[in-house]
């Protein structure tokens, strides 16, 4: 790969080194085009894969050093920066085993950790060595977003509904990328009358495709001890609708509302809502796995029965998978704060708490369900 021509802006003379543990399709079609376009501030120097054909093809592609072992990967001078892109419940432990190796920063996919155990062994390592992490939940570094974080006043406070809302057509890499929190049947059509697999498709829906908003939902409702499920429904093939209250003992209650659908429906479509009394937020994200830009986010507000206006923010020249990058190289630099391990652990514990509590809701529901019917027959 070609040296940069001119100092790098953010502070580094020479780009830092980029090491990442997983060559699959988040790594193919994600990051590579996103550290290509960033080539004067990172650079991608060891691909690491179980597969050893898929490690040396990717690696080939950028002139990186490539292996099949994670300790070859960490054990290598030229890597400064760590992303981890291998199967969820691998996460934990090589988070954990890149701060140990002394590399300036780590980037993980989400969910950074499968329990609220599992984040907490990370936040102690990241504390005792002094790396920062940052989960890959590129909507918090879209500029879309931020610029409608930096403009939308008390909406938080005054808020009383949030809507995510994503329209997919029919992908393998999602429902994949969904499904490892689960086991898929191997093959055939699922038994929808089994619970648990509704229950599974339910968990692998929120911790696969919702969490990409869900840090998003929690900057609007900041405590969501009291959450309770109003309905929690899957959408079959794959999708859900779930509606939550939080805040009911507090000043606010607020709505919650998570919908999701892959069907043959056009156009494709990821919209992040939130409403007040008085001002509304809507955020138009671009598909996840396209290199399309960034997010175009619209305030709207009024007084009395008047809209006083709107202000649109965006498109920006990058979109929020570059965003995480260049957070990182920040961070790796120490130009930039961390985020907090509390945020971090807060973010995961509110995604888990909204599955479990689904999960519950749609067996008690089909539960009741198989009750009546079979009080039918007899």
């Avoid at 960033?38 to 650079?43: A, M, P, V």
């Avoid at 590399?103 to 989400?110: G, I, P, R, S, T």
Wanted: charged content about 20%; glycine content about 8%.
């Amino acid at each position: 790969m070609s040296s940069p021509s001119k100092a790098a802006p953010l502070g580094s003379p020479q780009p830092l080194g980029v090491g990442i543990l997983g060559a699959g399709p988040v790594t193919q079609a994600i990051h590579l085009p996103s550290l290509a376009r960033l080539r004067n501030i990172l650079e991608v120097r060891h691909i690491m894969d179980v597969d050893a054909a898929i490690a040396e093809s990717v690696a080939a592609r950028v002139g990186a050093n490539h292996s099949t072992s994670v300790d070859a990967l960490l054990g290598d001078p030229d890597v400064d920066i760590v992303a981890i892109c291998s199967p969820h419940q691998f996460h934990a432990d090589q988070v954990i085993a890149a701060c140990r190796a002394g590399k300036k920063a780590v980037l993980c996919e989400k969910p950074f950790a499968m329990s609220g155990e599992e984040a907490a062994r990370i936040s102690t390592v990241s504390e005792e060595t002094g790396v920062p992490i940052i989960v890959g939940a590129m909507h918090t570094f879209d500029p879309g977003w931020l610029a409608a974080e930096a403009n939308w006043g008390d909406l938080p406070e005054n808020v009383h509904t949030i809507r995510s809302s994503i329209i997919l057509p029919p992908n393998a890499r999602f429902e994949d990328f969904a499904s490892e929190i689960i086991t898929r049947p191997a093959s055939g059509t699922p038994d929808y009358s089994n619970v648990e697999v509704i229950k599974d498709a339910l968990r692998g829906g929120i911790m696969g495709l919702a969490i990409h908003d869900l840090p998003l939902v929690r900057r609007f409702t900041p405590d969501f001890e009291d959450l309770e499920v109003l309905q929690a429904r899957h959408v079959r093939p794959f999708g859900y609708v779930i509606s939550l209250r939080s805040g009911k003992q507090g000043p606010r209650e607020r709505i919650i509302e998570l919908r999701a659908a892959m069907n043959k429906t056009w156009k494709p479509e990821w919209v992040f809502e939130a409403i007040s009394d008085d001002a509304a937020l809507r955020v138009d994200f671009t598909p996840s796995y396209v290199q399309a830009g960034s997010a175009i986010a619209t305030i709207t507000r009024r007084a009395g029965n008047q809209n006083t206006g709107s202000t649109t923010f965006g498109p920006f020249e990058h979109n929020g998978y570059e965003g995480e990058w260049r957070e990182l190289a920040q961070l790796a630099l120490g130009t930039k704060q961390p985020p907090s391990a509390e945020s971090l652990i807060n973010d995961l514990t509110f995604a888990i708490a909204i599955a479990d509590a689904t999960v519950d809701e749609a067996a008690a529901e089909h539960a009741q369900h198989s009750n009546s019917h079979a009080g039918a027959r007899s």
